[in-house]
């Protein structure tokens, strides 16, 4: 509602990122941005993938780490869970904003999406959140984005082979326009699955930008700024809908 009646010379233009799509000089990192709901393995992720002790209690704001994979310098952007509520992805989405733009090296090279096999097809929530982390990324960046399927150490106490089809199929159905391009990865909550992960971006030749950094650069870091995004949009279609009324 905010948005519709701001006038277009709203002060947050102001707060213009200038900075996103500059090339720094330094050698490139790879930056890695991670998204899933609460519980899917974001964090559990970075353990493994950086080797550091890291707290895998409830993530309240996005966090970077630095790792090396062969020759390559990574920088992995872990974040909190996205959740039902439309003011809380709003939230999480202008700490993933203020992180980005706080990188030197703000170009975004990677991003995984997060999907516990576990909970098997897709029902409501994870649609949507699927929705938005389309809408952060852009089509044009589907070939740095990655659907991480995780979980599968549980998933084999009741038949890893019963999985192995939504795995498939989620990747084939679900990520982007171009399941050409659709790459679908197993997460098996140990290094050398966060490795693999890692390696597969460090052999990605696509250097597309993120849609969500481009967009900074006119809307700014404000919540308001964040309703104009893409990924802001989609958020707030949520918030018009029936179910999100609390009565
Ligand atoms: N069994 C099993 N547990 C996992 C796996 N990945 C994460 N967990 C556990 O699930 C819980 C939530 O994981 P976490 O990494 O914090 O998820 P996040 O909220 O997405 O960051 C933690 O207790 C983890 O130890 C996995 O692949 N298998
Ligand atoms: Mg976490």
Redesign the pocket.
Known sequence: MAIAKKPPTSPEKSQTVHCLNQQTTMARELVILLI?P???????FVKFATGSDVD?SH?THCKDYKTKWRDKDFRII?TP?LEDLPADNLAILKDIAQMLHSLKSPRVSGAIF?HRVTDGRFGGSARSHLEIFKQICGEEFDQQAVFLT?????AAQVGRRRYEPIHEELGRKYLFLSPLYTKVLK???DVESAKQVLAHFAGTASNKQLRLADELNTVGLSLSGMRKTTAGRTIMKGASTPLCVIL
Request: cysteine-free; glycine content about 20%; charged content about 20%.
């Open positions: 899933g609460t519980g899917s393995g974001k964090t559990s895998i993530t872990d869970g997060f995780t979980m599968w150490n549980k997460f098996e909550n």
